[in-house]
């Protein structure tokens, strides 16, 4: 009978809660119950409260009234197949340009209402029009960067100016970082070798594949964030921006882009095209193209702004970071391209093999 | 009539969640991108058999050790006074309250290179250890993370056993360890099959243990890597968990006659 009655306290208790929340929703502004559901990458906008930032998502919902349900993805690949196979309801994602090409050639994308957008006016000329979009209808850039090899200085005495470091033997293998995911880590295992990583040929992906065999590597995503700065990491691949963020947490931390080129990327805004509030998202997209939300941003994860308002008041250090703003492209960066089905599911095979004999 | 019509959500909640989505598994795992019916997918199974086996050499490692340490526990559990078992019911429950993510995290913080570990054995002038990515941290992380379900089967069905019986035996001339022997290990056998069970089954299909912890994968990860990776091969990844089914099946049928045989003989 006690059991009975404190089972009952616990469900009274559980309703109440949810009553109290239910309540404070039907009673706020956001009358039309109307959620924006956003999918970001892991450490991709500012969350802070610290000095001089504010989190931009609270923001968002304290200007509009309109309530924000914020998830995150962890590899553009991720992001597709949870797309593909249905189920989610995402208003606004953040895909590469590869990927976004992609959907866009799988209609997987809306077209936006440009009008809606103002904000838009702040993009740099050279990031409208790009290659995966290329009447600029589907997409606003987010940001850019670069990919390339953070090492910790006080185990790597080494001069580091190619990927070859990455397959030294001077180093407990789990110390040396790989991304966990086909397309960049085939990226740069193709790019050592000298071939381009938007190869469709078949062999140098297999050769590309038997070069990731042949170090222990320790492959991760969003856990380079802990194991890089801690010391758990001597080496590892990621993106420039995030080494900007790392560098605060651990001083010893270095960054070099090798010469033998490397991964230069877009990261987009865009609204799937299964969503029922594309207005709202792009009052959203408008909101993160304003100058002070941007700098917030910005300023905050060290990524690299491709809006000019943003640019234009960014701490003097930051705009002058060769890190983050080179002040030339060679030829040798690439863009990723969108590849042939047959050659994502060779990759992916491959991938598999990889990182099951990667004992 | 009334027990019927109580079953009835289950019922369909069994229908909705676990009858339709194994149809669309076997659907899937014969069908190729177009939906038309091919034998194709079967070619994936060869390839990884040396996936399946090293994760049913963990599978099997980890339900061991996790046996040999619940048992005695189990045990010791059923003999102390009801207040400490409620107590060491919560603790041995405490851990499972936690996300499962974060409980491996944590394990790698402790057992990634200058880590936690690394820092304690510092101290005492050893180190660095070298459990990290290795087979060996992926048993660590699946019993510390199905231990409960191994001791909680065991310990329900050790304190089940009625003290008379045990007496009786004593009576009789058994010394403990022939109580032990010819008394609760036969009566605890449904026990300990449940908890083999528990265990050894999300321990084969276990995944981000291995990844994260052992810094390759197993048929957990191999799988996840098919449906979610660029090339959402969902064909591939059928396939796959189709065949981990089968195999798991087949542990269970032989588990299960075992637990029947023994039922036979304690009655």
Redesign the interface.
């Known amino acids: 009978m006690k059991k009975i009655i404190s089972f009952l306290l616990v469900l009274s208790l559980l309703f109440a809660g949810t009553g109290i929340f239910s309540s404070c929703s039907s009673d706020g502004e956001n009358a039309k119950n109307r959620k924006l559901v956003i999918c970001n990458w892991g450490e991709y906008i500012c969350d802070s409260d610290e000095d001089g930032f504010f989190d931009v998502i609270k923001k968002f919902e304290e200007e509009t009234g309109i309530e924000v349900e914020y998830l995150t993805a962890e590899t553009n690949e991720t992001l597709y197949s949870t797309m593909k196979a249905g189920g989610v309801n995402y208003d606004i994602i953040f895909p590469s340009d590869y990927m976004v090409q992609r959907m866009i050639n799988e209609d997987m994308i809306a077209e936006l209402d440009f009008e809606n957008i103002p904000n838009f006016s702040n993009i740099i000329d050279r990031f409208k029009n790009p290659y995966y979009d290329p009447e600029n209808k589907y997409t606003v850039p987010y940001f850019w960067g670069t990919v390339g090899i953070i090492y910790n200085t006080s185990m790597v005495s080494e001069e580091v100016n190619s990927w070859d470091i990455l397959w030294s033997d001077q180093y407990p293998p789990n110390m040396i970082l790989m991304f966990n995911n086909p397309r960049d880590a085939f990226a740069i295992a193709l790019n050592k070798l000298g071939y381009s990583m938007n190869t469709v040929n078949e062999e140098q992906i297999k050769e590309a594949a038997e070069e990731l065999k042949k170090q222990k590597f320790n492959f991760v995503m969003d856990e380079f964030f802990e194991l890089m700065p801690s010391g758990g990491a001597a080496i590892g691949p990621y993106y420039a921006g995030d080494y900007l963020d790392v560098l605060q947490d651990n001083e010893d931390l270095a960054f070099v882009r090798p010469e033998s080129g490397t991964n230069i990327f877009n990261d987009v805004m865009c609204v799937p095209a299964a969503s029922k509030n594309k207005d709202l998202a792009e009052q959203f997209i408008n909101f993160m193209l304003r100058a002070d939300v941007g700098k917030c941003n910005t300023e905050y994860l060290g990524y690299s702004t491709p809006n000019q308002a943003v640019y234009d008041i960014l701490d003097e250090d930051l705009k002058n970071s060769e890190v983050a703003y080179p002040s030339e492209i060679p030829e040798t960066w690439e863009y990723f391209e969108v590849l042939p089905d047959k050659i994502n599911d060779l990759m992916n095979e491959l991938w598999v093999d990889i990182v099951s004999k990667n004992k | 009539m009334k027990s019927k019509k109580l079953l009835f959500p289950y019922t369909v909640w069994m229908a909705i969640f676990v009858v339709i989505p194994l149809f669309m598994v076997l659907y899937y795992a014969f069908t190729d991108k177009s939906g038309a019916f091919t034998l194709e997918n079967l070619q994936y199974i060869p ?2 058999l ?2 399946y086996w ?1 994760s049913l050499k963990v599978a099997l490692i980890s339900t061991a050790i996790c046996l040999i340490l619940a048992y005695p526990l189990a045990l010791i559990m059923a003999n102390m006074k009801a207040s400490m078992q409620r107590m060491m019911n919560m603790l041995i429950m405490l851990p499972m309250w936690m996300n499962f993510i974060l409980r491996i ?1 944590a394990w ?2 402790i057992l ?4 936690i570990l690394d820092s304690i054995l510092g101290v005492f002038g050893f180190g ?1 250890n070298t459990i ?4 060996t941290a992926i048993v660590i992380g699946v019993v510390y993370n199905y231990l409960p379900f191994m001791v909680l089967p065991i310990y329900t069905s050790v304190s089940k056993i009625s003290r008379s019986v045990i007496e009786a035996g004593e009576d009789l001339g058994c010394n403990s360890f022939n109580v032990l022997r010819r008394i609760i290990l036969p009566m605890s056998i449904p026990g300990i099959v449940t908890g083999i069970t528990m265990v050894f089954v999300p321990a084969a299909s276990t995944f981000v243990i291995s ?2 912890l ?5 048929i957990g ?2 799988i996840d ?10 064909q ?1 990844g059928s396939m796959l968990s189709l065949v981990l089914m089968v195999i798991i099946l087949i542990s269970m049928a032989i588990m299960n006659r075992f637990d029947n045989g023994e039922d036979a003989g304690i009655v």
């Open positions: 390839k990884h040396p996936i090293d995290c790698v913080i990634r290179p200058n880590g660095p990290y990515h290795t087979t990844l994260r052992g810094g390759y994968s197993l990860d191999t890597q098919y449906y979610k990776g660029g090339s959402f091969n969902m591939a």
